[in-house]
């Protein structure tokens, strides 16, 4: 499971004209899930990505996560995380989990994160959205479960 996670002043989602998600001051992660991944790396990424120490203290260190500002969660299914750009000029995306797996990994990730802060919003699985963000920093932080050590 890989994702992107960006320190942002501000994020929403529309879909078809339609806003479904806001946040303000937090991070947006973009949530890619590949084949053979399992409720163990939502569950890593997710504890890893909350407690990330990228957020400013008085000093302007980056010494908080996003727990201890109470800071807002934006969380977006995106399989071209995955995309293999090696060979010729297509990305392949063979190795992202197929749509009904990778759906359920995706809402366990949502559930968990509720269960651990209550400001959590998401985007809409498959949908072709529009994300507007304003990047804070920028702070852009790739992690991937597969890389553990």
């Not at 995306?93 to 759906?103: G, I, K, V, W």
């Not at 959205?129 to 920093?137: L, Q, W």
Request: charged share 25%; net charge positive; glycine share 10%.
């Amino acid at each position: 499971m890989r994702a992107v996670v960006q320190r942002v002043a501000r994020a929403r989602i529309t879909v078809e004209e339609r806003l479904i998600a806001v946040i303000g001051k937090g991070l947006l992660v973009y949530l890619g899930i590949e084949t053979g991944d399992q409720e163990r790396d939502a569950e890593y990424l997710l504890e890893k990505i909350i407690n990330l120490r990228i957020f400013e203290d008085d000093s302007g260190k980056m010494n908080l996560s996003l727990l201890g500002t109470g800071g807002d969660l934006l969380i977006v299914s995106q399989f071209t995380l995955l995309g293999d750009c090696r060979k010729g000029r297509r990305p392949s995306f063979t190795s992202a989990a197929a749509p009904p797996e990778a759906r359920g990994l995706y809402g366990h990730f949502i559930d968990q994160a509720r269960a651990k802060t209550s400001r959590v919003a998401s985007g809409e699985f498959q949908a072709m959205m529009r994300v507007d963000s304003i990047n804070d920093g920028p702070v852009t932080i790739l992690l991937d479960s597969r890389k553990l050590f």
